[in-house]
């Protein structure tokens, strides 16, 4: 029996394993200690915009729109109290961004944080949650980052 994983037609394989791989690390990491190592978030950067350089033809004016939700969130992350989404969670939305562009960014976010909403309700009657309680946002993300890439 052959198990595989479907990829979208035209994406690049060895980079969507890469940022699949990448985020599996980062999820695992995220549930057991709570933060994010910025060097590896980083070097995933920078994989993704050697990648987007030398394959896809990636121009600055297209960084800019790709990842300007990232800056809103950026902004509004400042004005929010501290248990709010992540420096780190960020940086992950903004490889994403720079990766697969604007619409899929977009669709990430939303999946994302609706996976994670669904999660925490069907969670709620076995743990008990509240304002203290910090939850880490990274697998909802490659969640919803592994359903982008595989359908």
Do not use: H, W
């Amino acid at each position: 029996m052959i198990c595989c994983i479907v990829i979208k037609e035209g994406d690049y394989i060895l980079l969507n394993i890469s940022i699949l791989i990448s985020f599996l690390i980062l999820s695992f990491y995220d549930i057991l200690i709570k933060e994010i190592p910025v060097i590896p978030v980083i070097m995933l950067a920078v994989l993704v915009c050697f990648d987007r350089i030398v394959f896809g033809g990636l121009r600055i004016d297209s960084i800019i729109l790709d990842t300007f939700p990232v800056f809103v969130m950026l902004i509004f992350s400042l004005f929010l109290p501290k248990q709010s989404i992540g420096a780190g969670d960020i940086y992950l939305f903004a490889v994403i961004g720079v990766a697969y562009g604007f619409c899929d960014l977009i669709t990430v976010i939303f999946s994302s944080s609706v996976i994670f909403i669904v999660v925490i309700f069907l969670l709620k009657p076995f743990i008990p949650f509240n304002k203290k309680t910090t939850v880490g946002f990274v697998p909802f993300i490659s969640i919803s980052t592994a359903s982008l890439i595989c359908f």
